[in-house]
């Protein structure tokens, strides 16, 4: 799948390495689109992957005078926590809270998601209709980029070989801006978008439009504005006429395609359906923004990309040992450096109860943690466990003594065919060190990265909520 595997220690490096490789290397942050399309042989000229992920600080959300700063390893997770996104950038915050599940969110940067360029990502809509430009670097300098300028077509931008994107800024929204996005998927969790759309406006004192920006996803081969209806809206208050008359309007300008998820008539409807519901809540004095209090995370305490650094930058070849530590074990594996942290853990460490379902981020039953944060191990690049921490389905026991989960599963008969329960135990005990007490609405989001093939959910839930009496008791 790959040669050559460097962590880097400091942007220069990446940078560094990037002029030298060009069209033959990649930068992988969380890795979940990169994975994928190298499995599939969609990047047939990349052979050398360059590691972020170990460069402290680079996963910071900041604000510099009106302007907020994502650094480039901000994934949805630090956004869907941030006080900052949530009170100044809510569409964002939403768009986020959309992508994948609790385990994909942990690794899934906001970079990757713009870089990936697909019409269906949740994070361009918002993005460009707040207004976010892009700083991409190389050894040459940098360059500020407008990111509805970044795309030059379906899944194609203007990013050269040899450079990266550093930071994604855009204004944060003024006290009388009020934004929001809103998706439409086949399901609630994991599902790529039918269609998706953000709106940003501004009000004068009397309420009217001063300023509108509408964006939309998963209609055309970019994301794309629909300035009638944007302009349609200007000097008028959001009535029920207007709302619809702008909805109409909306829905005029973009000309689908039809594929599995839906057709371009149906995409066309729904394109009308979003924008009215988003206008409504725009029109509210309380929006209901849709992403719950306290949502489980499965992260941990240590919510920082960087738990542990690297002393240098390291290039991991065919035979260069994997040094890590596997539910408190130290490990040093010189093979299975080009396979996907799952395959390595059970062909190299011999842990075979982390399982396979789907190999694409899918299914959860390989969830491991890695560094503290529960994330689906297929999805991770073997070398990024050197000098980790990983803890598998075999590392929750103490001693004797089973996890709380455990234990609640064999009460509970959570289990049937089995195949899925490593997966679910570590989301379990994730969810329980994070949250003492969950509500069902916590337990269902945080199993939402988890698929049971036989369909046992009732009894899962159960055993969850034993668990936390149990663990409250203990
Ligand atoms: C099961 C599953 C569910 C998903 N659900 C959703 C969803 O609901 N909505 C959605 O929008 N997406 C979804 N995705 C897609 C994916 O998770 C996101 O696009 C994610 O944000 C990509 O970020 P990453 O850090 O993993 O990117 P990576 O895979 O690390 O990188 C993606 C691309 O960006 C490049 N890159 C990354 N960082 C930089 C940088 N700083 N500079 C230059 N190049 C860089 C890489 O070289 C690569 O080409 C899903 C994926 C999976 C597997
Ligand atoms: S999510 Fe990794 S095997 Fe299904
Ligand atoms: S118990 Fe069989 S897949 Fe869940």
């Given at each position: 799948m790959?040669e050559?595997?460097?962590?880097?220690?400091?942007?220069?490096?990446?940078?560094a390495?990037l002029?030298?490789?060009?069209?033959t290397?990649r930068?992988v942050?969380g890795g979940t689109?990169?994975?994928?399309?190298?499995?599939r042989?969609?990047?047939?000229?990349?052979?050398?992957i360059?590691?972020?992920?170990?460069v402290?600080?680079l996963d910071?959300?900041?604000?510099?005078?009106?302007?907020?700063?994502?650094g480039?390893?901000?994934?949805?997770?630090?956004?869907v926590a941030?006080?900052?996104?949530?009170?100044?950038?809510?569409?964002?915050?939403?768009?986020?809270?959309?992508v994948g599940?609790?385990?994909?969110?942990n690794r899934?940067?906001i970079?990757?998601?713009l870089?990936?360029?697909?019409p269906?990502n949740?994070?361009?809509?918002?993005l460009?209709?707040?207004?976010?430009?892009l700083?991409?670097?190389?050894v040459?300098?940098?360059?500020?980029?407008?990111?509805?300028?970044?795309?030059?077509?379906?899944?194609?931008?203007?990013?050269?070989?040899?450079e990266m994107v550093?930071a994604?800024t855009?204004?944060a929204?003024a006290e009388n801006?009020?934004?929001?996005f809103?998706?439409?998927?086949?399901?609630?969790?994991?599902a790529?978008?039918?269609?998706?759309?953000s709106?940003?406006?501004?009000f004068?004192?009397?309420?009217?439009v001063t300023?509108?920006r509408m964006?939309?996803?998963s209609?055309?081969p970019t994301i794309i504005r629909?300035?009638?209806?944007?302009q349609a809206?200007?000097?008028k208050?959001?009535t029920?006429e207007?709302i619809?008359e702008?909805?109409?309007?909306?829905?005029?300008?973009?000309?689908?395609?039809d594929?599995v998820?839906g057709?371009a008539e149906y995409?066309?409807e729904?394109v009308?359906?979003l924008?009215?519901?988003?206008?409504r809540?725009?029109?509210?004095d309380?929006?209901?923004?849709g992403i719950p209090?306290?949502?489980?995370?499965?992260?941990?305490d240590?919510h920082?990309?960087?738990?542990?650094?690297?002393?240098?930058t390291?290039?991991h070849?065919?035979?260069?040992?994997i040094e890590?530590t596997?539910?408190g074990?130290?490990?040093?594996i010189?093979?299975?450096?080009?396979?996907s942290?799952?395959h390595?853990l059970?062909?190299?460490?011999?842990?075979p109860?982390?399982?396979?379902?789907c190999a694409?981020?899918?299914?959860?039953?390989?969830?491991?943690?890695?560094d503290?944060?529960?994330?689906?191990?297929?999805?991770?690049?073997?070398p990024?466990?050197?000098n980790?921490?990983?803890?598998?389905?075999e590392?929750?026991?103490d001693?004797?003594?089973?996890?709380?989960?455990?234990?609640?599963?064999i009460q509970?008969?959570?289990?049937?065919?089995?195949?899925?329960t490593?997966?679910?135990l570590?989301s379990?005990a994730k969810l329980?060190?994070?949250?003492?007490?969950p509500?069902?609405?916590?337990?269902?989001?945080s199993i939402?990265?988890n698929?049971?093939?036989c369909t046992?959910?009732?009894?899962?839930?159960?055993?969850?909520?034993?668990?936390?009496?149990?663990?409250q008791?203990?």
């Amino acid at each position: 799948m790959w040669e050559t595997y460097y962590s880097v220690n400091s942007i220069s490096e990446a940078l560094a390495l990037l002029d030298e490789y060009q069209e033959t290397a990649r930068i992988v942050a969380g890795g979940t689109d990169l994975i994928l399309e190298l499995e599939r042989g969609q990047r047939p000229t990349v052979n050398t992957i360059i590691d972020i992920t170990r460069v402290a600080g680079l996963d910071q959300i900041t604000l510099h005078g009106e302007t907020i700063r994502l650094g480039p390893l901000v994934n949805h997770n630090h956004v869907v926590a941030s006080e900052l996104i949530l009170t100044r950038a809510l569409p964002l915050a939403q768009a986020s809270w959309e992508v994948g599940a609790p385990q994909i969110r942990n690794r899934a940067t906001i970079v990757g998601n713009l870089i990936t360029a697909s019409p269906a990502n949740d994070t361009i809509t918002p993005l460009i209709a707040l207004g976010a430009q892009l700083t991409l670097a190389s050894v040459d300098g940098e360059r500020t980029v407008p990111l509805r300028e970044f795309y030059s077509g379906f899944r194609q931008t203007i990013l050269r070989p040899n450079e990266m994107v550093t930071a994604v800024t855009f204004p944060a929204l003024a006290e009388n801006e009020r934004g929001f996005f809103m998706k439409l998927g086949l399901r609630r969790a994991q599902a790529i978008s039918v269609v998706d759309a953000s709106v940003v406006l501004g009000f004068d004192e009397s309420d009217a439009v001063t300023s509108a920006r509408m964006t939309l996803g998963s209609v055309a081969p970019t994301i794309i504005r629909v300035p009638v209806a944007e302009q349609a809206l200007i000097g008028k208050t959001l009535t029920p006429e207007t709302i619809s008359e702008t909805a109409r309007l909306a829905s005029l300008t973009p000309e689908p395609i039809d594929d599995v998820r839906g057709t371009a008539e149906y995409r066309t409807e729904m394109v009308k359906v979003l924008i009215a519901r988003i206008l409504r809540q725009l029109a509210q004095d309380t929006i209901d923004a849709g992403i719950p209090d306290n949502p489980p995370m499965l992260w941990g305490d240590n919510h920082a990309t960087v738990k542990i650094g690297l002393a240098e930058t390291l290039k991991h070849t065919g035979d260069t040992p994997i040094e890590t530590t596997i539910n408190g074990t130290p490990v040093e594996i010189n093979t299975g450096q080009h396979k996907s942290l799952l395959h390595w853990l059970r062909d190299d460490a011999k842990l075979p109860g982390t399982k396979e379902g789907c190999a694409e981020g899918e299914c959860g039953a390989c969830t491991v943690f890695l560094d503290g944060a529960a994330v689906m191990s297929c999805m991770v690049h073997a070398p990024r466990a050197h000098n980790a921490e990983i803890v598998t389905v075999e590392g929750l026991r103490d001693d004797e003594q089973l996890h709380p989960i455990q234990s609640a599963f064999i009460q509970e008969s959570a289990v049937q065919c089995g195949y899925c329960t490593p997966g679910f135990l570590m989301s379990g005990a994730k969810l329980l060190e994070e949250i003492d007490s969950p509500n069902q609405e916590q337990i269902n989001y945080s199993i939402s990265g988890n698929l049971c093939r036989c369909t046992g959910y009732y009894k899962i839930v159960q055993a969850f909520q034993e668990a936390s009496k149990a663990k409250q008791k203990s």
